[in-house]
C-alpha cells in the first residue's frame, strides 16, 4: 500500500498556494487610508485520522486608497515561505459602482500571484481577476473621524458574493502535457464585521467548482460534492 | 508602524533562514519498531488480504541481510528470499520492489502470490526493505532506496542470477526503483523485463493534479523521482497494470503516462475496472494475474 501522508500534504501545499487567500478589499479604502490585514484560513480536506479541517494558509496584505474608489494591495503569503517559496500577490480594486445610499456597491481587482522557490528557482505568474457585490448594513452614526479620515463613510458591516479567477498562462503543464486547466473559478461569499478601526473578515469560498476532485491525492470536503473544493477563511484588518 | 514594519521583517528573515520545510521525509512511511518479521504471523495491516491455502514450506523462505554503503555508512539491509536459492544460477528470478508502508511484513502476502505464478515456487522471488524500514538500518532517501535495490541485485548476481533471467517488479513507490535499475546501466544487473503496478508519474504530477495549475514540485519537495521520464530509457518489455479507480494515483495523469512514454513496442497493459490502489490483483483475480505474469514472463514478443 502506498501512504496517502506523503501525497496528502503535498496536495495541502500545492493547493495552499494556489488557493490563495481571501478577496481583498471589496470595498476601496477610502483616499490615503491605509490597512493592514492577517488571515489564516484555506480549503476544508479530510486528513485521514485527525479531523475534517480548512488547511491553515497565512498571508499578510498591506493596501492603501489611492482615492476613494481605487485601492492597491499587496499580500505575502507566510506558509508558503516555511516551504522556502517568496510568493506574493499585487493588486488594484476599483470601486466600479456604489448606490446613493451607499448601502450596495461592485467592485473589480485585477492583480497577480508570483512565486519562486529557493532551491531551483522555478518562477510562476498568475493573474487574477475578481468580481463582488455588497451590500452594507447595520450603519453606525457618522463621526468626526469619519468625516475628516474615511471620506464621509459611517462604518457599517458588510456582506459580500463575488467570482474569483486565477489564469495559468502556461500551455504545457509537467512532462510536455496539455495544461488543461486554464481558469481557476472561485466562488466568495464573505463578511465583514467592521469596528471603528478594525475589521473581522469571514469568508466562504467554493474552489474549482467545475473540476473533479476525485482520483487525485487529496479528499476534499466540498459544497458541490465531488467537484472542486471549499474554503474557509479569517481575516483580522487594522485601518490607519 | 515602524513596529509592525520591524516585525514583518523579521518574520521574513525567519522564514527564509530558518524555514525551509521540505515534504521529502513524508514520501516514506516506514516502520522500524518491529524486532523481527513475522511473515504469516504478522497482525498489522496487510497490502493484500489472499486466501490461507497460499502457503511457502519453512524451507523456501530465506532472511538474510545483505550491506550498502550510504554516504559514509554502511548499512544492512533486511531481504526475503523465496524459493531455492540454487536455482538462481538457473531460472529467473522476480526482484519484487514493494511500496511506501511499514516494512516487508505488510506486502509478505504480495511476495507470496508471486512465488505461486506458474506453480508454488516456480519463480524465486526477492523482497527487501529499504532503509529503514523493519530491520534495514538508516534512514529512508531517494538515494539509498535505488542503493538498497542495487544491493539485491548484486546479492542475486553472486548467487549466479544474469539480466536475462531477471523481472524486477515495481509496486507504487517501487516502480521509482524498477524504472531506475532498468534504466540506469549503474546497477548491479538490468532487468530483461519489468512490471509496473500502480506507478506514479512525478512528483510534479502529483502537485499539478492537486492544484489544477502549473505549480513546480520544487516549491515543496527535493526528490527528484521522475518515472515519466526515466521509463524512456527502459528499454526493456513493460507490463503495466493499473487500478481505472485508483482514487490516490489517477490511472490517467500517473500510470497511463508512463505507460504512454515507455518507448518500446512491446508492452502490454492491464486497465482493471473497479479496483483501486491497493487491489489490483484481487480485481483482476489472482489466478488471471498469475496467469498474466506467468505469459509475460515466458513470451519471447
Redesign the interface.
Known amino acids: 500500500?502506498?501512504?496517502?501522508?506523503?501525497?496528502?500534504?503535498?496536495?495541502?501545499?500545492?493547493?495552499m498556494?494556489?488557493a490563495c487567500g481571501p478577496a481583498r478589499f471589496v470595498e476601496p479604502l477610502s483616499k490615503n487610508e491605509n490597512a493592514?490585514g492577517i488571515d489564516l484560513g484555506g480549503p476544508m480536506v479530510k486528513v485521514p485520522g485527525i479531523a475534517t479541517m480548512p488547511i491553515p494558509f497565512s498571508s499578510?496584505t498591506y493596501g492603501r486608497g489611492v482615492s476613494n474608489n481605487l485601492t492597491i494591495h499587496g499580500s505575502?503569503y507566510?506558509t508558503?515561505?516555511?516551504?522556502?517559496?517568496?510568493q506574493i500577490g499585487g493588486g488594484a480594486t476599483y470601486g466600479a459602482w456604489k448606490s446613493k445610499n451607499q448601502k450596495h456597491g461592485a467592485s473589480a481587482m485585477l492583480g497577480f500571484n508570483t512565486?519562486i522557490?529557493?532551491?531551483?528557482n522555478?518562477f510562476?505568474f498568475?493573474p487574477q481577476l475578481d468580481a463582488h457585490y455588497y451590500f452594507k448594513y447595520n450603519f453606525r452614526s457618522l463621526t468626526q473621524d469619519d468625516l475628516l479620515n474615511k471620506g464621509g463613510r459611517p462604518s457599517a458591516n458588510m456582506l459580500y458574493v463575488g467570482i474569483g479567477s486565477?489564469y495559468?498562462l502556461?500551455s504545457?503543464?509537467?512532462?510536455g502535457?496539455k495544461?488543461e486547466?486554464v481558469v481557476?473559478p472561485m466562488l466568495n461569499l464573505g463578511h465583514d464585521l467592521n469596528w471603528k478601526k478594525w475589521t473581522f473578515k469571514t469568508e466562504l469560498k467554493l474552489l474549482?467548482p467545475f473540476?473533479s476532485n476525485?482520483?487525485?491525492?487529496?479528499d476534499y470536503i466540498s459544497l458541490t460534492g465531488k467537484k472542486g473544493a471549499t474554503g474557509l477563511y479569517f481575516g483580522l484588518i487594522r485601518r490607519? | 508602524m515602524r513596529g509592525i514594519i520591524s516585525i514583518v521583517l523579521i518574520a521574513v528573515f525567519i522564514l527564509f533562514v530558518g524555514c525551509r520545510k521540505r515534504l521529502d521525509d513524508f514520501l516514506f512511511n516506514n516502520d522500524n519498531s518491529i524486532t523481527e518479521y513475522r511473515l504469516d504471523n504478522y497482525a498489522g495491516e496487510l497490502s493484500l488480504e489472499l486466501p490461507t491455502d497460499y502457503y511457502i514450506p519453512e524451507s523456501d523462505i530465506h532472511q538474510f541481510e545483505f550491506t550498502i554503503e550510504d554516504g559514509d555508512e554502511t548499512l544492512k539491509i533486511a531481504a526475503i528470499f523465496v524459493g531455492d536459492v540454487n536455482a538462481i544460477q538457473t531460472d529467473t528470478v522476480i526482484l519484487y520492489c514493494h511500496g511506501n508502508r511499514d516494512h516487508m511484513d505488510h506486502y509478505w502476502p504480495r511476495q507470496k502470490l508471486l512465488s505461486y505464478v506458474g506453480h508454488q515456487g516456480r519463480f524465486g522471488v526477492l523482497m527487501f526493505d529499504y532503509p529503514g524500514y523493519g530491520l534495514s538500518e538508516g534512514k529512508p532517501t531517494e538515494e539509498n532506496m535505488y542503493a538498497a535495490t542495487d544491493g539485491a541485485l548484486n546479492w542475486l548476481k553472486e548467487k549466479g542470477l544474469e539480466n536475462d533471467r531477471l523481472i524486477v517488479y515495481g509496486y507504487s513507490l517501487g516502480s521509482a526503483a524498477t524504472c531506475k535499475s532498468a534504466g540506469d546501466k549503474s546497477f548491479a544487473l538490468q532487468p530483461h523485463k519489468i512490471v509496473l503496478e500502480a506507478p506514479f508519474a512525478s512528483s510534479a504530477v502529483m502537485v499539478q493534479d492537486a492544484s489544477l495549475i502549473n505549480m513546480p514540485s520544487s516549491y515543496m519537495v527535493d526528490i527528484k523521482i521522475d518515472n515519466a521520464e526515466q521509463i524512456k530509457q527502459c528499454n526493456v518489455p513493460l507490463y503495466w497494470m493499473h487500478g481505472i479507480d485508483d482514487d490516490f494515483l489517477s490511472f490517467t495523469s500517473h500510470g497511463q503516462l508512463v505507460y504512454n512514454n515507455h518507448n518500446m513496442s512491446w508492452k502490454i497493459k492491464s486497465e482493471v475496472p473497479g479496483a483501486g490502489h491497493n487491489n489490483v490483483p484481487v480485481f483482476i483475480g489472482l489466478e488471471e494475474y498469475k496467469q498474466s505474469l506467468l505469459s509475460f514472463i515466458l513470451s519471447d514478443s
Open positions: 500500500m502506498y501512504s496517502r501522508n506523503y501525497l496528502l500534504f503535498i496536495g495541502i501545499i500545492a493547493l498556494l494556489s493592514i499578510v505575502w507566510t508558503a515561505a516555511v516551504f522556502g517559496v517568496a512565486a522557490d529557493v532551491f531551483e522555478n510562476k498568475w486565477w495559468e502556461s504545457v503543464k509537467a512532462h502535457e495544461q486547466t481557476v474549482a473540476s476525485e482520483d487525485i491525492v487529496l490607519f
